[in-house]
């Protein structure tokens, strides 16, 4: 059973850095993929940004060069460092677990990120 737990969002002005968590609690097995997606007010919910269990990683055009995902086995945690933070960035962010072996899919809660002068 895989828990998903997010941490980091807040209120920050264009330009400021932040730097989200997202916790796993459970076991995992196999090939995975860590992701975190976004869902802005009265939008649907998109693909920020993958990692996967081998490092591989992929990032939605707009917000590459800016945002960087990692995650760090050890902690059971995956990140997103978020830099040069636009107002467009506004919205709910939510990790997404997804395990091949199980087939499972699991999101969090979801964090929200507020960019505003």
């Known amino acids: 059973q895989v828990q998903l737990v997010e941490s980091g969002g807040g209120l920050v002005q264009p330009g400021e850095s932040l730097r989200l968590s997202c916790a796993r609690s459970?076991?995992?097995?196999?090939?995975?993929?860590m992701g975190w997606y976004r869902q802005a007010p009265g939008k649907e919910r998109e693909l920020v940004a993958t990692?996967?269990?081998?490092?591989?990683?992929n990032y939605a055009d707009s917000v590459k060069e800016r945002f960087t995902i990692s995650r760090d086995n050890a902690k059971n945690t995956v990140y997103l460092q978020m830099n040069s933070l636009k107002p467009e960035d506004t919205a709910v962010y939510y990790c997404?677990?997804?395990?091949?072996?199980?087939?499972?899919?699991?999101w969090g809660q979801g964090t929200l990120v507020t960019v505003s002068s």
């Open positions: 997404r677990y997804q395990e091949v072996l199980r087939s499972l899919e699991v």
């Open positions: 459970g076991s995992i097995f196999g090939v995975n993929v």
């Open positions: 990692i996967t269990s081998n490092g591989s990683t």
